[in-house]
């Protein structure tokens, strides 16, 4: 049974820093790209970052380009999220989530377990 447990999360003031990790377990973690998503309160879970199985390719949505920064080691199965910058508007909870391939990809549809997410909270 895979499991995904998610750390890191917390209050930070706007312009703070945080990293989340995301340890997993179940299947063989380095066959798998590994996503980070968010869910704000009143709106649907949305696309964060997502990384490759080697930890070669990764791909940002458009709103943390250059603040966030994805990656993965595959020695200790946990994958994190280096979030810089921080804005009121990252203002979520944080799931990791497991893709059912090793090509990394932004469709929630396409990945297989996520953990129980992990509160981020910013303040003005």
């Known amino acids: 049974q895979v499991q995904l447990v998610e750390s890191g999360g917390g209050l930070v003031q706007a312009g703070g820093s945080l990293r989340l990790s995301c340890t997993a377990s179940?299947?063989?973690?380095?066959?798998?790209?590994m996503g980070w998503f968010r869910q704000a309160p009143g709106k649907e879970r949305e696309f964060v970052a997502t990384?490759?199985?080697?930890?070669?390719?990764?791909y940002y949505a458009d709103s943390v380009k250059g603040r966030f920064t994805i990656s993965r080691d595959n020695a200790k199965n946990t994958v994190y999220l280096q979030m810089n910058s921080l804005k009121p508007e990252d203002t979520a909870v944080y799931y990791c989530?497991?893709?059912?391939?090793?090509?990394?990809?932004?469709?929630?549809?396409?990945?297989?377990?996520w953990g129980q997410g992990t509160q981020v909270t910013v303040s003005s």
């Open positions: 989530q497991q893709r059912g391939t090793g090509v990394p990809g932004s469709s929630i549809s396409s990945y297989d377990y």
């Open positions: 179940g299947r063989t973690f380095s066959n798998y790209a």
């Open positions: 990384i490759s199985r080697s930890g070669l390719t990764a």
